[in-house]
């Protein structure tokens, strides 16, 4: 039981806390660390399960080539969609202040009109900042995996790599998670969607 004395002396109100007597106080910060270290262990067990999953699902055999939808490394489906994504996911996340009036053409012909109006946004600031600066950035996608696959959707999971130089200054690197959705358009795949997790 938990009881608080508002009792009060000379120099203004004081407050005592007693947790009972099946608890002495100074068991409350030893409880407080022992749950703690039960909720770690919980979530580390967790991701043991989850990773051994992931490799459980990595380690299946592939599904005959027959098979409605079926996709995997090697595919032509999916090294299509890998070599049209990657270079998108480069061209979109890097530029060079000296020639930015080439980028809107590029962008454009790799992402659909919806992303372009958001990315827009975004390179009016680049257009402002990057002169003053003389900001190059290059990215390049370091690792990809293929979520979901169908004849003119795709979803992918991205991990990309950035790096920055100002002044002509030594480039500073930086990663992003990223998750991609893709779409065919005319026989060209286009990112539709990007979203950091």
Do not use: C, N
């Amino acid at each position: 039981m938990t009881e608080i004395d508002h009792g009060s002396d000379a120099t203004g109100p004081s407050v005592q806390v007693r947790i009972g007597d099946d608890v002495p106080a100074a068991a409350a910060p030893r409880r407080l660390v022992a749950a703690l270290l039960a909720v770690a262990l919980v979530g580390a067990l967790l991701a043991v399960l989850f990773a051994q999953r992931a490799g459980a699902v990595r380690d299946e055999p592939a599904a005959p080539a027959a098979q409605a939808g079926a996709v995997g490394p090697g595919d032509p489906a999916t090294t299509e969609l890998t070599r049209a994504v990657t270079a998108a996911m480069a061209t979109l996340w890097s530029y060079d202040y000296r020639r930015l009036d080439e980028l809107p053409a590029q962008v454009a012909a790799v992402s659909t009109p919806e992303f372009q109006a958001g990315y827009d946004a975004v390179f009016a600031r680049i257009r402002e900042l990057a002169p003053a600066t003389k900001a190059v950035v290059a990215a390049s996608v370091q690792h990809l995996g293929v979520v979901r696959l169908t004849s003119d959707t795709a979803e992918l999971l991205v991990y990309l790599d950035q790096a920055a130089s100002k002044d002509g200054g030594r480039p500073v690197g930086a990663g992003a998670r990223l998750r991609v959705e893709a779409v065919k358009v005319d026989g060209v795949w286009r990112i539709d969607a990007v979203t950091p997790f």
